[in-house]
């Protein structure tokens, strides 16, 4: 996979997810719906946050690297409820 | 209070938690060592380069076991402007014999080795195991954790949280004032696989010997910087963006990466090479402005969740801090269990020891360097004023004679729109900060 050639979703299939059936972060679409700044949906490194065309977020944790920019870039109280996976469950980086 | 389960409790299994959990195991302290991840090391990312040393006293001759990737043996500093390089290359035989200086290596591979050795002092290790809080008796102390497993809630005389950079337990203590997007950095990277003979050549290195290279101007608009690292047969290219100004210029961070790897300077060093992972991590910037109080009763806090990393330009070191800070939390845990007192009084030996050593003299030294490294005129002014003076001395204008370099620069300031006073104080703060 040389990079030009490479989308995005190719691009998070190299890293390991061990989704677990329960979110892990949820995004209250209703806070969202008025927020100007959109910041989360440009930094989430693994774009997770997708907005709609009627003004809203769609938000998907299933592919998170759990690293905690999305709550600190955002400035809107209780759009964001953020936890850690389940134990033994997320993102799993690889040993050689 | 009844009988706690043991007498430390050490949350997180990055470099912090198992030098915690091997000073206090050997001292002969009953010993729980808490990982969320499957595995030591399978949450944890960083752009490559550990700096050991600090392991002598522990683990002597580390360098014949540790799970390196490449000895650094050269490391360079770029400054990059959409057209130019200028950089400055330092190479070292002695980086590359014992005992070593910087070493290459992956995280899942060195914190998982560095657990073993928690565990072979006798520390017990709990994996898949998530803290979800803290347990405080009626005053306030910190006297164990809850965990997300049944029946999951343990006490203890001593909790040190190793928890990393978004420390919930550091905030649940109460011991930041607030966490502020302007403090933190975000780091993504990409591991790329190339075979080791071409890395050896594009790098002008052999045998186990690597390459360490900071990348200052390459991230665009954004505030930030780039590295590049050799493993064995793999390169680790990446960026480390500062939040605010990311959603700003509405740039994604795998296109700032793309862009840094397309950079005249930077393409033919990654050429051809394959994406083996792409990670991202978040890393405590601001250095002392951002540090929480560090000791409560029955609680001291380690590492990137006390913000020790050291991150000022030319230097990203973080697990030499969290090592070290990890083995002082231990020791001061050790001290505190022996004199039958872990309130904050009885911990105090933890903020003497980080106080007396590198860890705080280092960030003492540097506390105005992430900021200048940060700001505006050290990202987008200083590097195309720099490479434009390196330009010009170095042009062969013929029939025209060359030109004096004080007037160069001269020239070369007043286009770039800096200051004379400016200039003069930014470096003067990078003096007093890295000289
Ligand atoms: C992009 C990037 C590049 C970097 N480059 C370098 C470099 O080249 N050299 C260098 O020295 N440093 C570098 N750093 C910094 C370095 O990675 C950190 O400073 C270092 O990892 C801190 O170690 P730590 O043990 O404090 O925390 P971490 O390594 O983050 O470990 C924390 C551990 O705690 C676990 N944990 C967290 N919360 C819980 C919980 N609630 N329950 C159970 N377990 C939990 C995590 O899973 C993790 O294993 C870089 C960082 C980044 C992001
Ligand atoms: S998560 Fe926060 S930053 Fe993102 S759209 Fe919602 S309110 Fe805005
Ligand atoms: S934690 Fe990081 S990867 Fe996960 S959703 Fe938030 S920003 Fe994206």
Same mark, same amino acid.
């Given at each position: 996979?040389?990079?030009?050639?490479?989308? !995005?979703?190719?691009?998070?299939?190299?890293?390991? !997810?061990?989704?677990?059936?329960?979110?892990?972060?949820?995004?209250?679409?209703?806070?969202?719906?008025?927020?100007?700044?959109?910041?989360?949906?440009?930094?989430?490194?693994?774009?997770? #946050?997708?907005?709609?065309?009627?003004?809203?977020?769609?938000?998907?944790?299933?592919?998170?690297?759990?690293?905690?920019?999305?709550?600190? %870039?955002?400035?809107?109280?209780?759009?964001?409820?953020?936890?850690?996976?389940?134990?033994?469950?997320?993102?799993?980086?690889?040993?050689? | 209070?009844?009988?706690?389960?043991?007498?430390?409790?050490?949350?997180?299994?990055?470099?912090?938690?198992?030098?915690?959990?091997?000073?206090?195991?050997?001292?002969?302290?009953?010993?729980?060592?808490?990982?969320?991840?499957?595995?030591?090391?399978?949450?944890?990312?960083?752009?490559?380069?550990?700096?050991?040393?600090?392991?002598?006293?522990?683990?002597?001759?580390?360098?014949?076991?540790?799970?390196?990737?490449?000895?650094?043996?050269?490391?360079?500093?770029?400054?990059?402007?959409?057209?130019?390089?200028?950089?400055?290359? #330092?190479?070292?035989?002695?980086?590359?014999? *014992?005992?070593?200086?910087?070493?290459?290596?992956?995280?899942?591979?060195?914190?998982?080795?560095?657990?073993?050795?928690?565990?072979?002092?006798?520390?017990?290790?709990?994996?898949?195991?998530?803290?979800?809080?803290?347990?405080?008796?009626?005053?306030?102390?910190?006297?164990?954790?809850?965990?997300?497993?049944?029946?999951?809630?343990?006490?203890?005389?001593?909790?040190?949280?190793?928890?990393?950079?978004?420390? #919930?337990?550091?905030?649940?203590?109460?011991?930041?004032?607030?966490?502020?997007?302007?403090?933190?950095?975000?780091?993504?990277?990409?591991?790329?696989?190339?075979?080791?003979?071409?890395?050896?050549?594009? #790098?002008?290195?052999?045998?186990?010997?690597?390459?360490?290279?900071?990348?200052?101007?390459?991230?665009?608009? %954004?505030?930030?910087?780039?590295?590049?690292?050799?493993?064995?047969?793999?390169?680790?290219?990446?960026?480390?963006?500062?939040?605010?100004?990311?959603? &700003?210029?509405?740039?994604? *961070?795998?296109?700032?990466?793309?862009?840094?790897?397309?950079?005249?300077?930077?393409?033919?060093? %990654?050429?051809?090479?394959?994406?083996?992972?792409?990670?991202?991590?978040?890393?405590?910037?601001?250095?002392?402005?951002?540090?929480?109080?560090?000791?409560?009763?029955?609680?001291?806090?380690?590492?990137?969740?006390?913000?020790?990393?050291? &991150?000022?330009?030319?230097?990203?070191?973080?697990?030499? !801090?969290?090592?070290?800070?990890?083995?002082?939390?231990?020791?001061?845990?050790?001290?505190?269990?022996?004199?039958?007192?872990?309130?904050?009084?009885?911990?105090?030996?933890?903020?003497?020891?980080?106080?007396?050593?590198?860890?705080?003299?280092?960030?003492?030294?540097?506390?105005?360097?992430?900021?200048?490294?940060?700001?505006?005129?050290?990202?987008?002014?200083?590097?195309?004023?720099?490479?434009?003076?390196?330009?010009?001395?170095?042009?062969?204008?013929?029939?025209?004679?060359?030109?004096?370099?004080?007037?160069?620069?001269?020239?070369?300031?007043?286009?770039?729109?800096?200051?004379?006073?400016?200039?003069?104080?930014?470096?003067?703060?990078?003096?007093?900060?890295?000289?």
């Amino acid at each position: 996979m040389s990079d030009s050639t490479i989308s !995005f979703q190719e691009r998070m299939a190299t890293a390991e !997810f061990r989704v677990h059936h329960d979110a892990h972060i949820v995004v209250d679409g209703k806070v969202c719906a008025d927020c100007s700044t959109r910041e989360c949906v440009v930094a989430c490194p693994a774009s997770l #946050f997708v907005p709609t065309s009627d003004g809203g977020i769609v938000f998907n944790y299933e592919q998170c690297f759990e690293c905690g920019t999305c709550y600190i %870039v955002c400035n809107r109280e209780g759009a964001i409820s953020w936890h850690y996976p389940e134990g033994g469950h997320g993102v799993v980086f690889r040993r050689t | 209070m009844s009988q706690p389960d043991v007498d430390v409790v050490v949350v997180g299994g990055g470099p912090a938690g198992s030098c915690a959990a091997i000073v206090a195991a050997r001292a002969g302290l009953s010993v729980v060592l808490l990982e969320r991840g499957p595995f030591p090391g399978s949450k944890n990312m960083y752009g490559g380069v550990v700096y050991p040393r600090i392991l002598d006293e522990l683990i002597p001759n580390w360098w014949e076991e540790a799970p390196i990737q490449r000895w650094v043996t050269r490391r360079s500093t770029m400054m990059l402007t959409d057209t130019q390089a200028l950089t400055v290359d #330092f190479r070292s035989e002695a980086w590359g014999k *014992p005992p070593y200086n910087g070493a290459t290596a992956f995280r899942p591979d060195w914190d998982h080795w560095l657990a073993g050795y928690a565990e072979a002092a006798g520390a017990q290790l709990l994996t898949d195991t998530t803290v979800v809080g803290l347990i405080r008796d009626a005053k306030g102390a910190v006297v164990g954790v809850r965990t997300d497993r049944p029946d999951g809630d343990l006490t203890a005389r001593v909790v040190i949280a190793c928890d990393g950079v978004n420390s #919930f337990l550091a905030k649940e203590a109460g011991l930041y004032e607030h966490a502020d997007a302007k403090h933190f950095t975000l780091g993504v990277k990409e591991t790329l696989s190339l075979p080791k003979e071409v890395i050896d050549e594009r #790098f002008a290195v052999r045998d186990r010997h690597g390459v360490d290279i900071e990348i200052l101007g390459g991230t665009g608009k %954004v505030n930030g910087g780039g590295f590049l690292y050799t493993g064995l047969d793999t390169l680790a290219v990446g960026v480390v963006l500062k939040l605010p100004k990311l959603a &700003a210029q509405q740039q994604r *961070p795998e296109q700032l990466v793309a862009g840094l790897k397309a950079h005249p300077a930077i393409a033919p060093l %990654v050429q051809g090479a394959e994406l083996k992972e792409y990670s991202a991590h978040l890393i405590p910037e601001a250095g002392l402005t951002m540090m929480p109080k560090m000791t409560t009763s029955g609680m001291l806090v380690a590492g990137d969740a006390a913000a020790l990393c050291l &991150a000022a330009g030319i230097w990203l070191e973080g697990v030499n !801090f969290a090592m070290a800070s990890g083995m002082y939390a231990g020791e001061a845990a050790v001290e505190a269990v022996h004199a039958g007192d872990v309130s904050e009084n009885g911990l105090r030996g933890y903020q003497r020891r980080l106080s007396d050593t590198f860890v705080l003299k280092d960030h003492r030294k540097l506390r105005r360097a992430p900021e200048l490294v940060l700001s505006d005129r050290v990202q987008h002014l200083y590097p195309g004023m720099i490479a434009n003076v390196a330009e010009r001395m170095f042009h062969v204008d013929n029939p025209h004679p060359k030109p004096g370099v004080r007037r160069i620069l001269a020239q070369e300031r007043k286009k770039a729109g800096v200051r004379r006073r400016d200039l003069l104080r930014d470096g003067w703060t990078g003096f007093r900060s890295f000289g």
